[in-house]
């Protein structure tokens, strides 16, 4: 059974410092002298708020000559399945033509740039590499730089802060879900990844996008920040973007991580399971239409119960615990071996059946570590 864990939770707090940061998108005088009078495309979802306006809505009020929306994963209002075809269409309110970058279509193509002078970029991220957003941001300055387009990112905070830990993805394993050398948690904000994708030659044939970040005020890596808008449908809270790096590995096994339930990330469990004290039971529901043992009951942990108090990086014990307590070892990992692209390398699949520890795992770790921060280092705009 597992013992009692004790992680570090910065975001509960009887009060927040969110309503003094100031988002890209609300920093208008930064950025409306850049795009006014040029066509603009927007890389937009749901989260692309400021003071309960959506940025679209916004920029049509200001007059500003909005031609087109792309759409990461999840889709513009981003309620669709992680990993579902997105269809291109119209916005509804709008009449904005939406171009879908998820799918056989992840890059704007130049037909899709055609007549666009200026793209806006304001997309709330995690932190956590596998997210796919970095992915979007990524073929955007690709296809931009390609095109001679100018690209303005809105930034926005990283609700993971500073936290930086996990293997720094070997290249021979990039994907969608990881593109770039960086360590899974890698403590900077969209813009600062943004420089940083730019500034290290990643873009194909080391072309340089036109760049400009629209910078946060009043912000540090360390200034707690609450999100408001669920960033993706299976990140409901602030305790899920906390434990989505830690339970993400989850997504390669034949475990369940909380998809179907109105729990995810925040617990785990399978029908296999040798303890059964806590029991949750997946169904298809809104962001989650098959989800993994869909309609059986699973054993597990419920991590909502769980003591708040430090650990500044990922945590292994859950994934350690599952393998532990599940009888079929061979049939643990899936066959695709998703967990290699999530976690970086095989490293992390064979160290947890050679029964290797959380600290022996993380000593490998280190040496990417200590050499990602210095990279890092260049990029930051914010103490």
């Known amino acids: 059974m597992l013992k009692k864990i004790t992680i570090l939770f910065l975001f509960i707090f009887s009060f927040s410092l969110s309503a003094e940061v100031v988002v890209g998108a609300g920093n208008s005088t930064a950025y409306m002298s850049l795009i006014q009078g040029n066509n603009v495309a927007l890389v937009v979802n749901q989260s692309s708020e400021v003071y309960g306006e959506h940025l679209v809505d916004k920029l049509l009020r200001e007059k500003i000559k909005v031609k087109k929306i792309f759409a990461p994963e999840h889709g513009f209002r981003g309620t669709a399945d992680a990993g579902q075809h997105i269809k291109s269409g119209f916005d509804s309110k709008t009449g904005l033509p939406i171009v879908s970058l998820y799918g056989t279509h992840k890059k704007p193509t130049k ?12 997309i ?27 690209v303005i990112v809105l930034d926005r905070p990283n609700p993971n802060g500073g936290r930086i830990d996990g293997e720094v993805l070997n290249l021979k394993y990039t994907s969608f879900v990881g593109m770039h050398p960086v360590p899974i948690l890698y403590g900077m904000t969209i813009g600062e990844y943004a420089l940083m994708i730019n500034g290290e030659g990643w873009l194909k044939g080391e072309i340089k996008a036109d760049l400009k970040v629209i910078r946060l005020g009043n912000y540090t890596h360390r200034t707690p920040y609450s999100l408001t808008i669920k960033p993706s449908p299976n990140l409901p809270n602030d305790l899920s973007i906390y434990l989505y790096p830690s339970l993400a590995f ?18 785990y469990g399978s029908p296999y399971y040798t303890n059964k004290t806590f029991s949750f039971k997946p169904i298809s529901r809104e962001g989650a239409k098959f989800p993994k043992h869909q309609n059986k009951t699973c054993y597990g942990i419920d991590l909502r119960v769980e003591q708040i108090t430090v650990d500044e990086g990922i945590n292994l014990t859950y994934i350690l615990d599952a393998y532990a ?42 040496k990417g570590l200590e050499q990602f921060k210095t990279v890092r280092q260049q990029y930051l705009l914010y103490p």
Not at 125 to 143: C, K
Not at 341 to 347: E, Q
């Open 111 to 122: 037909q899709d740039l055609q007549n666009i002078d200026s793209i806006v970029f304001d």
């Open 124 to 150: 709330q991220d995690v932190g956590v590499r596998f997210y796919t957003y970095l992915s979007t941001l990524h073929y955007i300055l690709e296809s931009a730089a390609e095109s001679n387009i100018s």
């Open 250 to 267: 989850f997504e390669g096994t034949t475990f369940s991580a909380g998809r179907g339930t109105t729990q995810q990330f925040q617990l």
């Open 325 to 366: 307590n599940y009888p079929y070892k061979k049939k643990f990992f899936l066959k695709n071996k998703f967990i290699d692209n999530l976690s970086g390398s095989s490293s992390l699949r064979l160290q947890i059946a050679q029964g290797k520890s959380a600290k022996q795992i993380k000593e490998r770790w280190q």
